[in-house]
Every structure is written in structure tokens, then in C-alpha cells.
């Protein structure tokens, strides 16, 4: 686990850094970008201080802070944790709206207009799918959820000093 957390954040960032054939992130994707970084750095520190021999009220604080972060920053990730059933879905609904949107007429638009709305209904699509993908997701499994008590335990008699 140790060596595997001293490679992860940089790998992360790496990947989520611009590539020149990719464009321009927007200020969103950067705030997304942002919000990962800081989630996989939350839980890479958490992971690393738990393997203290011993904690002190001070690391125990930080082991709190840490896995606060995570949870507030987890959430990014929360669409790729669709089930089948959720991505079904979204990918019906997808196809549904692209349908929608191409009878939908364009005819007596300019060239610009055109483009405008064909960013429009992408962008709209996209967040359909990512709303459905979020909904039909969750972050319910043990793991999860016992490491909440981890700072807990240590205080009530684990290895602290």
C-alpha cells in the first residue's frame, strides 16, 4: 500500500493534465479536475498516517480531517459507480434526447446559431447522463464505512501515545 500511495497523486495529476492534441479544459473540468485531485490526496494521506506505529491526539485530528475531505470530495467520482441498470438507462435516455434534438428544426438558423445550439444539446446531454449516472450510484460497501471509525477506535484504546 505505502509504495502504491507514493506513485497514485502523481499518476492522477499526470492524467488529468493537458495534453497538447486534447483542448483546453474549461473552467468546470478544472474544478473537477481540482475536487479528484483533492479527494485521491485525502485518502492517500488517511491511508499513510493509519500505518503510524502509534498516534498522538494531533494525528488523530489530522486522520479525522483527512477523511473528512475525502467525504466531501468523493462525489466526483460517483458516475463511474453506476451500476448496469443506471448506465442502461442513461444510455437510453441519451439516445432519446439526440433524437428529440435532431427533429428539432435548425433550418432557419445561421451557421453560428447552429453550432451554438449543437453545443448546447451536447451539453445538455452530457449532463442528463451524468445526473442519471449519479443517481443509479452510490458509495454503500463496508469498506467505506468502517474506516469512518477508525479515528474513533484509536482513541477508545488502539495504539496511541
Request: charged share 30%.
Given at each position: 500500500m505505502r509504495n502504491f500511495a507514493k506513485v497514485?497523486?502523481?499518476?492522477?495529476?499526470?492524467?488529468?493534465?493537458?495534453?497538447?492534441n486534447q483542448p483546453r479544459p474549461t473552467r468546470s473540468q478544472i474544478q473537477e479536475f481540482n475536487k479528484a485531485i483533492l479527494c485521491v490526496r485525502s485518502i492517500t494521506d488517511f491511508c499513510l498516517m493509519t500505518q503510524?506505529?502509534?498516534?498522538?491526539?494531533?494525528?488523530?485530528?489530522?486522520?479525522?480531517?483527512?477523511?473528512?475531505?475525502?467525504?466531501?470530495?468523493?462525489?466526483?467520482?460517483?458516475?463511474?459507480?453506476?451500476?448496469?441498470?443506471?448506465?442502461?438507462?442513461?444510455?437510453?435516455?441519451?439516445k432519446n434526447l439526440v433524437k428529440e434534438q435532431s427533429q428539432?428544426?435548425?433550418?432557419?438558423?445561421?451557421?453560428?446559431?447552429?453550432?451554438?445550439?449543437?453545443?448546447?444539446?451536447?451539453?445538455?446531454?452530457?449532463?442528463?447522463?451524468n445526473e442519471m449516472l449519479k443517481e443509479g450510484a452510490h458509495y454503500n460497501f463496508p469498506k467505506i464505512y468502517l474506516i469512518s471509525y477508525y479515528a474513533e477506535q484509536i482513541q477508545l484504546g488502539g495504539k496511541k501515545n
Open positions: 497514485i497523486l502523481g499518476t492522477f495529476a499526470t492524467a488529468l493534465r493537458r495534453n497538447n503510524y506505529p502509534s498516534h498522538t491526539d494531533q494525528t488523530v485530528s489530522y486522520l479525522r480531517q483527512y477523511l473528512r475531505e475525502f467525504h466531501e470530495t468523493k462525489n466526483v467520482f460517483l458516475r463511474f459507480r453506476a451500476g448496469k441498470k443506471a448506465k442502461k438507462a442513461a444510455t437510453e435516455a441519451h428539432a428544426s435548425v433550418a432557419n438558423l445561421t451557421a453560428s446559431e447552429r453550432v451554438k445550439a449543437r453545443q448546447e444539446n451536447a451539453l445538455e446531454r452530457q449532463e442528463l447522463v
